[in-house]
């Protein structure tokens, strides 16, 4: 099972959960996994066309997965997934 | 010349404005893992406001007035975190424009009152949506008020060109190779310009973005809708995004002062641990990053004197907003 953690904003989703546990050997089947567990995150996570929503970032061991294989990206069972919002960075 | 120790000095200029640019880069020998790489740092603390923001500020202004968008007298309206509306605040002292900011609530002291300093109207917006509630709030006035003119380095390619034709060629001018490059991910601009210049330079530079992971407090959306992703990113020119921890940023932020003897700001810490472990990946090459700013806008909030254990204790490292 890998480590998902969850942000503040998808937490009311969570039942008030930080972190959760879930199945897949990849990306998208462990998102799918904690959707399937709390399907309140499923629209947030998710857009129509099964792609991830723009406004969510996913980090497998803190790197952004878009930028690896997106939903295909290969998840180990020791790793830890990180979803975050988009934030405006600054200065 | 004779007697001249160092090459090259700092310059001669017309004024404070054209002395913008020029920075050093400087080796990182005691933070490098390996001898066949080498890390330098772009010290960007040495432009005259102390940021990397005055290249972009004054890219976004003279663009205004190349293009006839703005005239003498003109208020100029833009969302910041600090550094871009203090290097703002004195280029538009200095040619005549009013400044408003729309900066978050909960940044350090030494940001308002530099502000202050140079003329610049500020207004607050919610410190817990972070930047993206100042985004949306200076977006809300400027559609609310025809008379403002908006820069908006989140969505100006002039922003992104000021390191084209800037950072990215005096790094060139230095380094025959950069084998990989570090920036920290705010409006995207140090990435893409730099990014584009080095891809085009070699396309097998490794183009890496340090994103801050903003602390809980700071993460204060309503919802999803919320995000925010700065128009001018284009996430093919990135090859490496990883996050680091406020906790991280501050730990490195330490070490650079102590092993390296450079006093930076707590995002260069941020972006120093990514490019230490990009380096250790490496076998040979040389890794460059920029760093943004020193550390002075940053003392009052206690990183640079009290240990971390303390900084996490009292939640500073939950609740204050470093980028």
């Known amino acids: ?91 | 010349m004779e007697g001249l120790q160092n090459r090259p000095c700092g310059g001669r200029y017309g004024d404070i404005v054209e002395a913008i640019g020029n920075t050093p880069l400087v080796e990182l020998k005691r933070l490098s893992p390996k001898p066949g790489v080498r890390i330098y740092a772009k010290l960007e603390s040495y432009n005259p406001t102390g940021s990397v923001k005055d290249r972009v500020a004054r890219g976004l202004i003279e663009d205004a007035e190349s293009r006839g968008a703005i005239g003498p007298g003109q208020t100029i309206l833009e969302p910041t975190s600090g550094n871009t509306g203090i290097s703002l605040a004195m280029i538009c002292q200095r040619k005549g424009y009013p400044l408003k900011v729309v900066m978050p609530d909960n940044v350090t002291a030494e940001r308002t009152q530099l502000l202050t300093m140079y003329g610049a109207e500020i207004v607050y917006s919610p410190g817990a949506q972070g930047s993206n509630g100042a985004v949306a709030l200076a977006l809300e006035m400027a559609e609310a008020d025809a008379s403002y003119y908006m820069p908006y380095q989140y969505g100006n390619s002039a922003n992104p060109d000021a390191h084209y034709n800037g950072t990215a060629l005096e790094i060139l001018d230095e380094l025959d190779e950069v084998t990989a490059f570090v920036a920290g991910l705010g409006t995207g601009g140090t990435l893409m310009g730099n990014g584009r210049r080095f891809k085009e330079h070699d396309p097998e530079t490794t183009i890496v973005a340090a994103e801050p992971l903003q602390g809980e407090l700071v993460q204060g959306l309503r919802s999803l809708d919320d995000g925010f992703i700065p128009p001018i990113i284009d996430l093919s020119l990135i090859d490496r995004k990883i996050f680091v921890s406020n906790r991280d940023a501050v730990v490195w932020t330490k070490k650079l002062l102590e092993q390296e003897g450079l006093f930076l700001g707590v995002s260069t810490g941020a972006i120093a641990a990514i490019a230490t472990r990009i380096a250790g990946e490496l076998d040979e090459g040389n890794v460059v990053f920029v760093s943004p700013d020193d550390g002075w806008k940053y003392l009052s909030s206690g990183v640079y004197t009290k240990p971390i254990d303390q900084l996490e204790a009292e939640g500073v490292l939950d609740s204050a907003s470093f980028w």
């Open chain 1, 1 to 91: 099972m890998s480590n998902v953690k969850i942000p503040p904003v998808l937490r009311p989703s969570t039942g008030g959960e930080r972190e959760v546990a879930a199945d897949g050997e990849n990306v998208g089947e462990v998102l799918r996994a904690l959707a399937a567990a709390h399907p309140a995150t499923e629209n947030q996570l998710f857009g129509e066309d099964g792609a991830l929503n723009r406004y969510v970032n996913v980090y497998l061991n803190d790197e952004d997965v878009r930028v690896l294989n997106g939903l295909d990206t290969a998840v180990k069972a020791e790793d830890t997934l990180v979803i975050l919002p988009a934030m405006a960075g600054g200065a």
